[in-house]
């Protein structure tokens, strides 16, 4: 069956520091891959998607992700987290019928 | 903005009563999909309707129902509430095959 693990619940870094969100995915074919955001309160903003092609992903807001079909990984990544950074973030993995499975999200935490 | 509009933003209700969400998707957007969120349960697929007609169904209970009408706006409706119904629900909307964009929900509270 499909799913999409996000192993950390919550995670915290300094402001300006490095980040990355990991993301692991189960899915028998080529699967086509989302981040989202979810600040308090909003709805869900798409930062990123792979669909095919270069594995390394640029988004929006300065993050990217990196596609690695040999681990079954899509983790997103930011050289340098400003405190508006600190939201939810969701991975996702769309399949058939246009159906989208999110993961359990990573609460991100941002310290002044 | 996401160009995904939903309404009402907020609804209270008490357990027993029925209540309708409504959504409007992009326009050109054909698919439009419900998902709950709560806190126990995270973001749950609910449903999905193409251009009027259901396509996919996820986690929806017996008491929840949809529809999408000619004009593409979908409604959802949710009857003999539960407190457990209390949640936050989302409205997407995609042109088939694509990323989803999202509204910014409806947080229903049910008393």
């Known amino acids: 069956a499909q799913s999409v693990t996000q192993p950390d619940i919550h995670i915290t870094v300094s402001e300006g520091a490095s980040l990355e969100l990991r993301c692991n995915y189960s899915y028998g074919a080529t699967p086509y891959l989302f981040w989202y955001v979810q600040s308090p309160g909003q709805g869900l903003q798409l930062l990123l998607k792979y669909f095919s092609g270069d594995t390394l992903v640029q988004g929006i807001k300065g993050f990217e992700a990196e596609f690695k079909r040999s681990q079954s990984s899509f983790n997103l990544r930011k050289p340098s987290v400003h405190w508006s950074d600190a939201a939810e973030y969701f991975c996702?993995?769309?399949?058939?019928?246009?159906?989208?499975?999110f993961g359990k999200g990573t609460r991100l935490h941002i310290l002044p | 903005d996401s160009g995904v509009t939903q309404t009402p933003k907020h609804l209270i209700t008490a357990t027993g009563q029925r209540v309708t969400l409504r959504c409007s998707p992009r326009s050109g957007d054909l698919s439009v999909y419900w998902y709950q969120q709560s806190l126990d349960q995270g973001l749950q697929f609910l449903i999905h309707y193409y251009n009027g007609e259901e396509r996919a169904k996820g986690n929806i209970l017996e008491r929840f129902s949809a529809q999408q009408f000619p004009d593409l706006h979908s409604e959802l409706n949710l009857s003999s509430l539960e407190l457990g119904d209390s949640a936050l629900y989302f409205c997407?909307?995609?042109?088939?095959?694509?990323?989803?964009?999202f509204g910014p929900g409806t947080r229903l509270t049910v008393l």
């Open positions: 996702a993995v769309g399949v058939l019928n246009d159906k989208i499975i």
């Open positions: 997407a909307s995609s042109i088939a095959g694509t990323e989803q964009f």
